[in-house]
Protein backbone atom coordinates (compact mmCIF):
# COMPACT_ATOMS: atom_id res chain seq x y z
CA UNK A 1 0.00 0.00 0.00
CA UNK A 2 1.60 3.23 -1.06
CA UNK A 3 2.70 5.96 1.89
CA UNK A 4 4.00 8.78 -0.56
CA UNK A 5 1.53 12.12 -0.89
CA UNK A 6 -0.14 12.63 -4.02
CA UNK A 7 2.22 14.79 -5.84
CA UNK A 8 -1.56 17.25 -5.73
CA UNK A 9 -0.34 17.47 -1.78
CA UNK A 10 -2.67 16.68 1.03
CA UNK A 11 -6.19 18.00 0.23
CA UNK A 12 -8.87 18.75 3.29
CA UNK A 13 -11.80 17.01 0.87
CA UNK A 14 -10.56 14.76 -1.62
CA UNK A 15 -11.66 14.74 -4.86
CA UNK A 16 -13.81 11.34 -4.38
CA UNK A 17 -14.84 11.59 -0.99
CA UNK A 18 -16.01 15.11 -2.15
CA UNK A 19 -17.85 13.41 -5.01
CA UNK A 20 -19.45 10.72 -3.15
CA UNK A 21 -21.25 13.44 -0.22
CA UNK A 22 -22.11 14.87 -3.53
CA UNK A 23 -24.09 11.94 -4.82
CA UNK A 24 -25.03 10.78 -1.98
CA UNK A 25 -26.88 14.35 -1.16
CA UNK A 26 -28.15 14.71 -4.22
CA UNK A 27 -29.95 11.17 -3.95
CA UNK A 28 -31.11 12.21 -0.48
CA UNK A 29 -33.14 14.99 -1.85
CA UNK A 30 -34.84 13.26 -4.82
CA UNK A 31 -35.73 10.85 -2.07
CA UNK A 32 -37.21 13.26 0.18
CA UNK A 33 -39.07 15.08 -2.95
CA UNK A 34 -39.72 13.06 -5.85
CA UNK A 35 -39.34 10.00 -4.24
CA UNK A 36 -42.07 10.73 -1.73
CA UNK A 37 -44.93 11.03 -4.45
CA UNK A 38 -43.35 10.21 -8.10
CA UNK A 39 -41.16 7.71 -7.94
CA UNK A 40 -40.80 4.80 -5.64
CA UNK A 41 -37.11 4.65 -4.98
CA UNK A 42 -36.81 2.68 -2.45
CA UNK A 43 -38.77 -0.12 -4.62
CA UNK A 44 -36.31 0.50 -7.09
CA UNK A 45 -32.65 1.51 -5.81
CA UNK A 46 -32.49 0.01 -2.08
CA UNK A 47 -30.98 -4.11 -2.11
CA UNK A 48 -34.18 -6.10 -1.46
CA UNK A 49 -33.97 -10.13 -0.76
CA UNK A 50 -33.31 -11.76 -3.69
CA UNK A 51 -36.62 -13.74 -3.97
CA UNK A 52 -38.42 -10.56 -3.52
CA UNK A 53 -40.44 -9.21 -6.43
CA UNK A 54 -38.46 -6.04 -5.64
CA UNK A 55 -34.70 -7.16 -6.33
CA UNK A 56 -32.87 -6.19 -9.06
CA UNK A 57 -29.38 -7.13 -9.45
CA UNK A 58 -28.44 -3.52 -10.11
CA UNK A 59 -29.54 -2.70 -6.49
CA UNK A 60 -25.78 -3.80 -4.98
CA UNK A 61 -24.77 -0.70 -6.25
CA UNK A 62 -27.39 1.51 -5.87
CA UNK A 63 -28.71 0.79 -2.30
CA UNK A 64 -24.93 2.37 -0.78
CA UNK A 65 -25.97 5.60 -2.48
CA UNK A 66 -29.52 5.63 -0.77
CA UNK A 67 -30.64 6.98 2.90
CA UNK A 68 -33.08 7.40 5.23
CA UNK A 69 -35.70 9.75 3.97
CA UNK A 70 -37.06 9.81 7.32
CA UNK A 71 -34.10 11.18 8.97
CA UNK A 72 -31.29 13.28 8.27
CA UNK A 73 -28.47 11.82 10.84
CA UNK A 74 -28.42 8.54 8.87
CA UNK A 75 -27.07 10.43 5.80
CA UNK A 76 -25.04 13.20 7.75
CA UNK A 77 -22.96 10.13 10.03
CA UNK A 78 -22.23 7.99 7.30
CA UNK A 79 -20.90 11.18 5.18
CA UNK A 80 -19.30 12.74 8.36
CA UNK A 81 -17.54 9.26 9.21
CA UNK A 82 -16.41 9.23 5.57
CA UNK A 83 -14.83 12.31 5.25
CA UNK A 84 -12.99 12.12 9.12
CA UNK A 85 -11.35 8.65 8.12
CA UNK A 86 -11.44 8.21 4.58
CA UNK A 87 -9.66 11.55 3.64
CA UNK A 88 -6.72 9.99 5.22
CA UNK A 89 -6.83 7.08 3.20
CA UNK A 90 -7.53 8.96 -0.40
CA UNK A 91 -4.41 11.35 0.37
CA UNK A 92 -2.38 8.22 1.11
CA UNK A 93 -3.97 5.22 -1.53
CA UNK A 94 -4.61 8.03 -4.41
CA UNK A 95 -8.13 8.37 -5.64
CA UNK A 96 -8.24 5.28 -8.11
CA UNK A 97 -7.48 3.01 -5.38
CA UNK A 98 -9.64 4.50 -3.03
CA UNK A 99 -12.72 4.67 -5.06
CA UNK A 100 -11.98 0.73 -6.12
CA UNK A 101 -11.59 -0.06 -2.13
CA UNK A 102 -14.79 2.05 -1.07
CA UNK A 103 -17.00 0.14 -3.93
CA UNK A 104 -15.86 -3.69 -3.18
CA UNK A 105 -16.78 -2.88 0.58
CA UNK A 106 -20.03 -1.63 -0.13
CA UNK A 107 -20.54 -4.60 -2.56
CA UNK A 108 -19.43 -7.05 -0.16
CA UNK A 109 -21.40 -5.83 2.59
CA UNK A 110 -24.53 -6.07 0.81
CA UNK A 111 -23.43 -9.45 -0.32
CA UNK A 112 -23.20 -10.46 3.22
CA UNK A 113 -26.24 -9.10 4.30
CA UNK A 114 -28.43 -10.32 1.81
CA UNK A 115 -27.16 -14.00 2.73
CA UNK A 116 -28.20 -13.01 6.67
CA UNK A 117 -31.76 -12.13 4.90
CA UNK A 118 -31.98 -15.73 3.39
CA UNK A 119 -31.44 -17.36 6.75
CA UNK A 120 -34.34 -14.79 7.85
CA UNK A 121 -35.84 -15.18 5.70
CA UNK A 122 -35.86 -19.39 5.80
CA UNK A 123 -37.17 -18.50 9.66
CA UNK A 124 -40.05 -16.65 8.36
CA UNK A 125 -40.80 -19.33 5.70
CA UNK A 126 -41.15 -21.90 8.50
CA UNK A 127 -43.29 -19.74 10.55
CA UNK A 128 -45.46 -19.19 7.31
CA UNK A 129 -45.94 -22.74 7.04
CA UNK A 130 -46.73 -23.63 10.64
CA UNK A 131 -49.54 -21.25 10.54
CA UNK A 132 -47.84 -18.63 13.04
CA UNK A 133 -47.61 -15.42 10.42
CA UNK A 134 -49.67 -14.76 7.51
CA UNK A 135 -49.13 -14.69 3.89
CA UNK A 136 -48.99 -10.47 3.88
CA UNK A 137 -46.60 -10.76 6.87
CA UNK A 138 -44.07 -12.82 4.84
CA UNK A 139 -44.41 -10.95 1.83
CA UNK A 140 -44.02 -7.47 4.34
CA UNK A 141 -40.63 -9.09 5.74
CA UNK A 142 -39.13 -10.12 2.30
CA UNK A 143 -39.54 -6.39 0.86
CA UNK A 144 -37.91 -4.48 3.46
CA UNK A 145 -35.06 -2.65 2.44
CA UNK A 146 -31.66 -2.55 2.77
CA UNK A 147 -30.05 0.92 1.99
CA UNK A 148 -27.19 3.55 3.04
CA UNK A 149 -23.51 3.48 2.87
CA UNK A 150 -22.72 2.03 6.36
CA UNK A 151 -21.16 -1.18 5.19
CA UNK A 152 -19.00 0.90 3.13
CA UNK A 153 -18.12 3.53 5.44
CA UNK A 154 -17.52 0.96 7.84
CA UNK A 155 -14.97 -0.68 5.44
CA UNK A 156 -13.31 2.46 5.64
CA UNK A 157 -12.88 3.27 9.44
CA UNK A 158 -11.53 -0.51 9.08
CA UNK A 159 -8.87 0.30 7.10
CA UNK A 160 -8.15 3.35 8.68
CA UNK A 161 -8.37 1.35 11.88
CA UNK A 162 -5.87 -1.36 10.96
CA UNK A 163 -3.60 1.77 9.26
CA UNK A 164 -3.40 3.55 12.46
CA UNK A 165 -4.37 1.52 14.85
CA UNK A 166 -3.27 3.17 18.06
CA UNK A 167 -4.94 6.90 16.75
CA UNK A 168 -7.28 8.60 19.19
CA UNK A 169 -10.82 8.70 18.93
CA UNK A 170 -13.52 10.82 20.90
CA UNK A 171 -16.60 8.81 20.31
CA UNK A 172 -20.01 10.16 21.75
CA UNK A 173 -21.00 9.90 24.79
CA UNK A 174 -17.95 7.50 26.29
CA UNK A 175 -15.66 10.47 28.04
CA UNK A 176 -12.00 9.57 26.96
CA UNK A 177 -10.55 9.07 24.21
CA UNK A 178 -10.17 5.36 22.72
CA UNK A 179 -7.45 3.83 20.02
CA UNK A 180 -9.00 3.47 16.57
CA UNK A 181 -8.08 -0.72 17.10
CA UNK A 182 -10.16 -0.98 20.23
CA UNK A 183 -13.00 1.41 18.32
CA UNK A 184 -13.08 -1.08 15.56
CA UNK A 185 -13.10 -4.13 17.89
CA UNK A 186 -15.78 -2.49 19.95
CA UNK A 187 -17.94 -1.70 16.39
CA UNK A 188 -17.59 -4.85 15.41
CA UNK A 189 -18.71 -6.87 18.06
CA UNK A 190 -21.69 -4.27 18.56
CA UNK A 191 -22.91 -5.64 15.07
CA UNK A 192 -22.25 -9.14 15.42
CA UNK A 193 -24.25 -9.41 18.64
CA UNK A 194 -26.69 -7.40 16.91
CA UNK A 195 -26.74 -9.21 14.38
CA UNK A 196 -27.24 -12.60 16.51
CA UNK A 197 -29.56 -11.14 19.00
CA UNK A 198 -31.45 -8.03 18.62
CA UNK A 199 -35.19 -8.72 17.39
CA UNK A 200 -35.32 -4.78 16.38
CA UNK A 201 -34.76 -3.80 12.54
CA UNK A 202 -33.21 -0.86 11.08
CA UNK A 203 -30.11 -1.46 11.46
CA UNK A 204 -27.80 -4.02 8.85
CA UNK A 205 -25.24 -5.48 11.27
CA UNK A 206 -24.14 -8.15 9.10
CA UNK A 207 -23.47 -5.75 6.29
CA UNK A 208 -21.59 -3.60 8.61
CA UNK A 209 -19.52 -6.93 9.23
CA UNK A 210 -19.33 -7.63 5.61
CA UNK A 211 -17.28 -4.20 4.71
CA UNK A 212 -15.11 -4.25 7.98
CA UNK A 213 -14.31 -7.65 6.75
CA UNK A 214 -13.60 -6.90 3.35
CA UNK A 215 -11.75 -3.74 4.20
CA UNK A 216 -9.11 -5.59 6.78
CA UNK A 217 -8.51 -8.01 3.77
CA UNK A 218 -7.63 -5.26 1.39
CA UNK A 219 -5.46 -3.51 3.66
CA UNK A 220 -3.78 -6.59 4.32
CA UNK A 221 -3.32 -7.32 1.20
CA UNK A 222 -2.17 -4.03 -0.48
CA UNK A 223 0.07 -3.43 2.67
CA UNK A 224 1.95 -7.11 2.14
CA UNK A 225 4.86 -5.12 0.83
CA UNK A 226 5.47 -2.19 2.88
CA UNK A 227 5.03 -2.88 6.61
CA UNK A 228 6.53 -0.09 7.63
CA UNK A 229 2.37 1.91 7.40
CA UNK A 230 1.00 1.32 10.90
CA UNK A 231 0.91 4.52 13.46
Known amino acids: MATDIRPGGWQVLPTIIKNLI ?11 TIGRSQLPMSDLFALHYVKSDLYKPWQFLTYMFMHDPQSPFHILFNMLALW ?22 GLFAGFVQVLAMAYDMSNYTHLYNTGQITADDLTFVANVPVLGASGAVMGIFAAFAY ?9 FPIPFPIK ?17 YSNAGGI ?19 NRKNRRNFY
Open 204 to 222: AHFAHIGGAVLGIILVIIW
Open 163 to 171: SFPNSQLFI
Open 84 to 105: MFGSTLENLWGPKRFLIFYLLC
Open 180 to 196: AKWALIGFVAYDLFGGL
Open 22 to 32: IINALVWLAQI
